[in-house]
């Protein structure tokens, strides 16, 4: 076989893979997106008939609609301060040198390797302890404290990232014309770091989002879009549960397509 023939093979396969890859994240995605179509009012086949009734229910449906700004509530306060702590967490493990700084950068990534569940566990065994002492309830404030726990160690991971390609210089030169420290961080580090930043609060925000077991462990009897469609689907499945996963989704997907841009303009 040519070598001419030996690189269409390779390509043909790779090609293939990427293709099969694709269909297997894929093709659960569009048989959600199908059955939210379905006319009938159970999850079955063959299709009753094709409709958008679903997406009506959808927006007259008081429970879902709570649940919506629930989790927006949650994933937008949580992304906030986890974006602002694992950030300035990013920058102080990789430009700093500081005695146990070995230790700080174990500790804090520490989370990512913790199960969802388990952390979830702990949490609520905790807030329970100081619910007693300080007389409170779990709610939408315990579970943006878990989240918080939860998503801030992937923004320090992707920020630091964008830290390491830092040119330092750069600040140096700005503190030689004058700047301040707080000047240099608003005017050149931040600016320049902004495209990991961005990436990593949108990473955040879908990871606080879609969490189920944090939120269903600290959020009380606040119901957001993953326990509202868990608990609808423990009763019995219907079409209003495929709409409202595709109503998430979508923006979804478009937050993660803007944050591959700005990743790809970030200065390199």
Known sequence: MSAHAQDKLINIMLYGVMAA??????????TLIAFSLQEGRYLTLPFEGISIK???ELLN???ALTALKNSTLIAFFATLIATAVGTT?????VRYRF???AIFQALTGAPLAFPQLLLGIVLLLWFSVLGRWFGFNTGI???????IVYITP???????????????????????CGATTWEVYRHVTIPLLWPGIFSAAIFAFLLSWG?????????????TVPTFIFSGIAVGSSPLYPAIATVVFIPGLMLVAIAARMRGSAPK
């Open 141 to 147: 404030v315990t579970a943006i404290i878990g989240h």
């Open 61 to 63: 449906s008081a429970p």
């Open 154 to 176: 992937f923004v320090m991971v992707i920020v630091a990232v964008q830290v390491y390609n830092f040119d330092a210089q750069l600040e140096d030169a700005a503190r030689d």
């Open 89 to 93: 967490a990013a920058i102080v493990a």
């Open 99 to 101: 005695s146990g700084k």
């Open 54 to 56: 679903w997406y009506g």
């Open 21 to 30: 890859v694709l269909l297997f994240f894929y093709i659960p995605i569009f």
């Open 211 to 223: 969490n189920f077991y944090i939120t269903y462990s600290l959020a009380g009897s606040t119901r």
